[in-house]
């Protein structure tokens, strides 16, 4: 029998497990039949999909930062250098050393100190850089070096300037400036290479023949930009951002928002303006040094170029080592710093931060619609203290921006947010699976939700195809149920794949210096995003194969010093879906956009029965992202084994059964004839 759908959200959810009771009392799973009507269960939301980033993994220094000198400005450790060495060539001599005496500027209190003692003609002493994991070349490309110095008296110079490979055996490109000032001056220069094989095992060097001393102040060497940005981002990372078309951004984290200590937090007024007045931060949730170059007006360029809006998550008085900031007077400055940032993000060039803005490089107020307070606040131990704070800064924000959409990080009794951010990082492909019908019999109250962060957690430094079809089927719910999911960011977007450079496992992106590539959940994401109309159509569906799974005991928080953690019973096994499927139609064009996840490891049979909308060509545009096996992945060295491939299909129309292959996830678009 055909369980007729016509109302969601509950009778989908209810029909959905109906056919999975099927294949569960034993018949025989056989053909998946959907049966889709001309009636819209739902709208879907034009955000639905988006883009969540922060600091973590070397997502952006390292990453899409596109800066190719680490410890820049010498901050990174308060002793040593650290990425950097002393060059001493053919007899030359000298010494560098980290000098606090001379600072650089006020934000940045040290300087690094190149003493040459012994040099002339023929001889070379210099600092190197060694890069994010070496500096990457490219042949006939332009680099941009821009330094600060000052000399010593009777030092002149001339400064050479190069790229160099690292056996030392050849300069890749390399520049002179001839005169170096004895007050702090900006010196810039462009390196171009000739007909270079492309690597990364390269450093950067800054050398002289001459003796004397010579103090540096931010060193920066830039590649060509997406979009030739000045302080701009990798051309390839934006392109695979641009390929998902996403909807917005959301930033700057995560828990690279709070910090692990109210002093660690991301200050967002410490990263504008000019890069060189920067100070830097320890990130110490993720533990690496983090430049701030890509700051706050950059999240916006990122935004600009990818023509995306910005969800703006302002720091809430909370941070990770469950440091937070009483509500009231204590908590008044905070909210009055984040008043200001939206200012900074939406005033015209007439209020303060607006002009702060304007003289950063641009005038132009940007667009902004959601605003984030705080993250994972469900982490604050103290009872009530979220809901206090949240309620501070949500009277703040509308009172002097009514139009603006508030999102809460956990649940919150004092106020009623717009919108709540929930986050779901599930361990295998079956426990996301069997959540991807959660919101179906969601209540549909407010707030809506914004699931901003997510993933099927399987595979190393990115996900894996299993996991790719996890996201998948979880995807088919949020799509479904898109009148309360309103956005959705898939976490974390970025990783260094490098030695040392991860921190969190299962990320969408993987790159090295030289090249990027999407792992099977970023292509899944790709095909999702690009692939949806603006309405959920009502369906119904019988015959779902399902197989049995053993949830994982519920996580336990770590027992308060003096007690007895007592361990967790181990739920009953579960029978979840094999097939997910979801249907949407783009209500000017009429085509219909069906989706259909198969999980299990045999080709599966849907019978598809459209009724009454316009006839539907026979003929359509099948999109499938398909794998030999669940564990296999694309990696940097093989970096498209897994991508989706278009064919145009016939058979199709009103009422066709078409076979879906192992492991796979496929969009069929049936146009209107
Ligand atoms: O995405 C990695 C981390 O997971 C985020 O920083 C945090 O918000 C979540 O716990």
């Not at 940045?108 to 003493?115: R, Y």
Request: hydrophobic share 35%.
């Amino acid at each position: 029998m055909l369980v007729k759908n016509v109302k969601r959200p509950v009778p989908i959810a209810c029909c959905l497990l109906l056919g999975a009771s099927a294949a569960l009392s034993g018949q025989p799973s056989g053909t998946v039949e959907i049966h889709i009507l001309d009636q819209v269960a739902a709208k879907v939301s034009p955000q639905l999909y988006g883009l969540m980033t922060e600091e973590i993994n070397y997502s952006f220094d390292g990453g899409l930062y596109a800066e190719l000198i680490r410890n820049r400005s010498f901050k990174e450790d308060v002793k040593e250098p650290v990425h950097w060495s002393l060059v001493q060539e053919n007899g030359g001599a000298g010494s560098m050393t980290l000098d606090p005496s001379t600072p650089f500027n006020d934000a940045v209190g040290t300087s690094l100190k190149l003493a040459i003692s012994t040099s002339a003609k023929g001889q070379r002493v210099g600092i190197a850089n060694e890069g994010f994991w070496g500096i990457p070349v490219r042949p006939n490309t332009q680099y941009h070096v821009s330094f600060y110095a000052k000399a010593s008296p009777g030092f002149s110079g001339p400064i050479t300037v190069s790229i160099v490979s690292d056996s030392g055996a050849t300069v890749l490109a390399s520049a002179q400036l001839p005169r170096i000032s004895g007050e702090w001056r900006n010196y810039q220069v462009s390196l171009t290479t000739g007909g270079i094989a492309p690597s990364a095992q390269n450093h950067f060097v800054i050398s002289t023949n001459q003796a004397g001393t010579v103090w540096f102040g931010m060193v920066s060497l830039f590649p060509p930009t997406f979009k030739n940005r000045a302080n701009g981002n990798r051309a390839d990372l934006m392109q695979l951002l641009a390929d998902m078309k996403p909807a917005f951004l959301r930033f700057p984290g995560g828990n690279y928002l709070e910090g692990n200590t109210i002093a660690t937090r991301f200050e967002w007024k410490k990263t504008i303006g000019d890069a060189s007045r920067r100070p830097g931060h320890l990130n110490d949730g993720w533990k690496y040094w983090s430049s701030d170059g890509m700051g706050l007006l950059e999240f916006l360029n990122w935004c600009e170029d990818l023509q995306i809006r910005p969800v703006l998550a302002v720091y809430a008085g909370y941070s990770m080592h469950q440091e937070r900031v009483k509500p009231g007077s204590d908590l008044a400055p905070y909210v009055q710093d984040a008043l200001e940032e939206i200012e900074y993000v939406t005033g015209g060039p007439n209020t303060v931060w607006g002009a702060r803005r304007a003289k950063d490089g641009h005038p132009a107020p940007f667009q902004l619609e959601y605003v984030e307070v705080g993250n994972e606040d469900n982490f604050d131990r103290e009872p009530g203290s979220y809901d206090a704070r949240f309620a501070q800064f949500y009277d703040g924000i509308k009172a002097k921006y009514p139009a603006l959409s508030i999102i809460a990080t956990t649940k919150v009794n004092s106020r009623m947010p717009d919108v709540i951010d929930e986050h779901y990082y599930r361990r295998s492909e079956d426990e996301m699976a069997a959540h991807a019908h959660d919101y179906d019999s969601r209540a549909r109250s407010l707030p809506k939700v914004f699931v901003g962060e997510w993933a099927t957690r399987v595979g190393e430094p990115t996900p894996n195809m299993s996991a790719a079809l996890g996201d998948a089927a979880w995807m088919t719910g949020m799509e479904r149920n898109s009148d309360l999911v309103i956005m959705s960011c898939y976490a974390p977007l970025f990783v260094n794949v490098n030695k040392g450079a991860m921190q969190w496992r299962t990320d969408l992106i993987g790159y090295d210096g030289m090249s990027s590539y999407g792992s099977p959940a970023y292509y899944a994401q790709q095909v999702f995003s690009r692939n949806h109309g603006d309405e959920v159509l009502a369906s119904s569906v019988q015959g779902i194969p399902s197989k049995e799974w053993q949830p994982p005991a519920p996580r336990q928080r770590p027992a308060a010093p003096g007690q007895v953690q007592t361990p967790t019973a181990q739920p009953p096994p579960e029978q979840v879906p094999l097939v997910f499927f979801d249907t949407t139609r783009d209500s000017k064009s009429g085509s219909i956009y069906l989706k259909v996840v198969n999980r299990a490891g045999m080709p599966q049979a849907v019978h598809v029965k459209v009724d009454g909308t316009a006839p539907l060509d026979s003929r359509g545009q099948l999109i499938t992202l398909a794998a030999n096996s669940p564990d296999d992945t694309n990696t940097i060295t093989e970096p498209r084994k897994i991508v989706p491939v278009t064919s145009t299909v016939e058979g199709l129309g009103q009422d066709f059964t078409r076979t879906f292959p192992p492991y796979s996830i496929s969009v069929l678009q049936l146009k209107r004839k």
